[in-house]
């Protein structure tokens, strides 16, 4: 079964940045799309950011759209999200997610595995 791992979050001041990777263990991502979403108390989980496979289209939330990106390492088989000038209200648990087939990059219930999450806090 694949397992994504995620790593890199943190406590931020506003307006600092950090960058989150996501792994998939024991084997290489080769797939339809990796994406990033995320869900703070109280809210529902909402999309962050993705990127297709294939020929690297990146795609994001209005929200974060200018301040965060998505990138790979294909050597080392992960996915990064930048995070760039930080808001506390980017604060939430932050999971990378893998879809396999073709559809909408936006809808979480369209994706087949997620990582644990990895909680970023942001203090103003």
């Known amino acids: 079964q694949t397992q994504l791992v995620e790593y890199g979050g943190g406590v931020v001041q506003a307006g600092r940045s950090l960058r989150l990777s996501c792994a998939a263990s024991?084997?290489?991502?080769?797939?339809?799309?990796v994406g990033w979403f995320r869900q703070a108390p109280g809210k529902e989980r909402e999309f962050v950011a993705a990127l297709k496979w294939s020929g690297g289209s990146t795609f994001y939330a209005e929200s974060v759209k200018g301040r965060f990106t998505i990138s790979r390492d294909n050597a080392k088989n992960t996915v990064f999200l930048q995070m760039n000038s930080l808001k506390p209200e980017d604060a939430a648990v932050y999971y990378c997610a893998e879809k396999t087939w073709y559809g909408s990059l936006r809808n979480d219930w369209e994706y087949d595995y997620w990582g644990q999450g990895t909680q970023v806090t942001v203090s103003s």
């Open positions: 024991s084997r290489t991502f080769t797939t339809f799309a």
